[in-house]
Protein backbone atom coordinates (compact mmCIF):
# COMPACT_ATOMS: atom_id res chain seq x y z
CA UNK A 1 0.00 0.00 0.00
CA UNK A 2 2.53 2.05 1.22
CA UNK A 3 4.67 1.62 -2.40
CA UNK A 4 1.63 2.79 -3.98
CA UNK A 5 1.25 5.53 -2.45
CA UNK A 6 4.77 6.70 -2.80
CA UNK A 7 4.56 6.05 -6.50
CA UNK A 8 1.01 8.17 -6.91
CA UNK A 9 2.94 11.03 -5.01
CA UNK A 10 5.15 11.18 -7.16
CA UNK A 11 3.34 11.30 -9.72
CA UNK A 12 1.24 14.47 -8.17
CA UNK A 13 4.19 15.83 -7.10
CA UNK A 14 5.00 15.80 -11.38
CA UNK A 15 2.06 16.99 -11.88
CA UNK A 16 2.87 20.49 -9.89
CA UNK A 17 0.48 19.66 -7.06
CA UNK A 18 1.83 20.88 -3.76
CA UNK A 19 2.28 18.63 -0.66
CA UNK A 20 -0.87 19.67 1.11
CA UNK A 21 -2.97 18.62 -2.53
CA UNK A 22 -1.01 15.38 -2.34
CA UNK A 23 -1.83 14.79 1.17
CA UNK A 24 -5.51 15.09 0.64
CA UNK A 25 -5.36 13.07 -2.30
CA UNK A 26 -3.47 10.33 -0.55
CA UNK A 27 -6.36 10.45 2.09
CA UNK A 28 -9.26 10.13 -0.37
CA UNK A 29 -7.38 6.90 -1.21
CA UNK A 30 -7.04 5.31 2.24
CA UNK A 31 -3.79 6.27 3.04
CA UNK A 32 -2.63 8.88 5.76
CA UNK A 33 1.09 10.34 5.31
CA UNK A 34 2.87 13.03 6.94
CA UNK A 35 4.55 16.01 5.01
CA UNK A 36 8.19 14.70 6.81
CA UNK A 37 7.24 11.25 4.78
CA UNK A 38 6.34 13.23 1.89
CA UNK A 39 9.59 15.11 2.00
CA UNK A 40 11.38 12.30 2.04
CA UNK A 41 9.77 10.33 -0.90
CA UNK A 42 9.97 13.81 -3.21
CA UNK A 43 12.91 15.28 -1.80
CA UNK A 44 15.03 14.01 -4.93
CA UNK A 45 12.43 14.99 -7.81
CA UNK A 46 13.42 17.78 -10.11
CA UNK A 47 10.50 20.37 -10.45
CA UNK A 48 10.81 22.69 -13.79
CA UNK A 49 9.78 26.22 -13.32
CA UNK A 50 7.11 26.05 -14.89
CA UNK A 51 6.18 23.65 -11.95
CA UNK A 52 7.71 25.25 -9.04
CA UNK A 53 5.69 28.51 -10.69
CA UNK A 54 2.54 27.03 -10.60
CA UNK A 55 2.98 25.23 -6.76
CA UNK A 56 3.91 28.98 -5.53
CA UNK A 57 0.83 30.41 -7.21
CA UNK A 58 -1.35 28.03 -5.63
CA UNK A 59 0.50 28.67 -1.96
CA UNK A 60 0.27 32.65 -2.31
CA UNK A 61 -3.26 32.42 -4.07
CA UNK A 62 -4.38 30.03 -1.00
CA UNK A 63 -2.28 33.15 1.95
CA UNK A 64 -4.54 35.84 0.38
CA UNK A 65 -7.78 33.76 1.08
CA UNK A 66 -7.32 32.75 4.44
Not at 31 to 47: H, Q
Amino acid sequence: MKREARKLAIELRRAGKSYSEIIDELAREGVNVSKGSLNNWLSKITLSDEQKALIFTKIASKKVNE
